[in-house]
């Protein structure tokens, strides 16, 4: 009787859990009316995975153990006097695809910054003059890296990436804004000449910071490579 009582208890608490999980895996597998690029979304103030690559980025852990913070790009931003603070990168990136000799100022702060120049929109191909309608862009986008892994980096690592050389481009203020930050299969430069350099370089930069692009970004800059690149 005892042994009978003991099987009968080991039942019902086995019914309850397995009821538990039941009814949490149908919650994490019911998704969010939108999700973001990565497979990932909010529900009740929580973030969780419901595809790859979010699981990988949130070490396989399931949908309810993924916390990311929302991409704000303040987190991005250099900080009065570390050593990213007068944004050399930006500074040595339009001397060079200046179409003009560039004018040199110090500000208050004793960073050297252009005063003038002439530029060529990375994106449209159009012409650009003066400081105030060039704006410096990174190909992969900083709301993309936060996505692809970059929520999880030191600091120090969001300002290499954010300053890496190899990600800048010139474009017009006007592009930026109109970019917003979207991935590739998103967005592309208006200017199609410039689509096979674009996908490259946001691959040697991905590569570089070891960033888990989703899948169906790949698989559309490799379309894209297919198309426009000819060699």
């Known amino acids: 009787m005892k042994g009978f009582k003991v099987v009968v208890v080991f039942k019902y608490l086995f019914s309850v859990i397995f009821s ?6 149908a919650f994490a597998l019911t998704p969010p009316e939108e999700l973001d690029f990565i497979g990932g979304g909010y ?15 949130h070490k396989g852990k399931g ?70 309608n060039i704006a410096v862009d990174q190909r992969i986008s900083l ?21 890496h050389p190899m990600n800048l481009v010139p474009v017009s203020s006007a592009q930026k804004k109109v970019r917003n930050g979207r991935s590739a299969s998103e967005w592309m430069p208006e200017d199609k000449s410039t689509w096979c350099d674009y996908i490259v370089f946001r691959e040697i930069v991905s590569r570089h910071f070891k ?21």
């Not at 538990?20 to 895996?25: A, D, G, K």
């Open 211 to 231: 960033l888990i692009v989703p899948l169906a970004e790949k698989v559309y800059e490799k379309k894209i490579k297919k198309l426009y690149c000819k060699y």
């Open 20 to 25: 538990l999980l039941v009814s949490h895996l």
């Open 143 to 163: 709301k993309e890296a936060h996505h692809y892994g970059g929520a999880f980096w030191t600091r120090d690592r969001r300002m290499a990436f954010a300053y």
């Open 63 to 132: 949908a309810a153990s993924a916390k990311i913070r929302p991409f704000e790009v303040r987190e991005w931003l250099p900080r009065r006097g570390d050593q990213w603070a007068c944004q050399n990168a930006y500074t040595d990136m339009l001397e060079k695809t200046s179409l003009s000799d560039v004018r040199f100022f110090n500000n208050k702060s004793g960073c050297k910054l252009i005063r003038d120049g002439e530029w060529l929109d990375a994106y449209t191909g159009e012409p650009v003059d003066g400081m105030k």
């Open 43 to 57: 529900v009740d103030g929580e973030y969780r995975c419901y595809a790859e690559p979010c699981f990988s980025l």
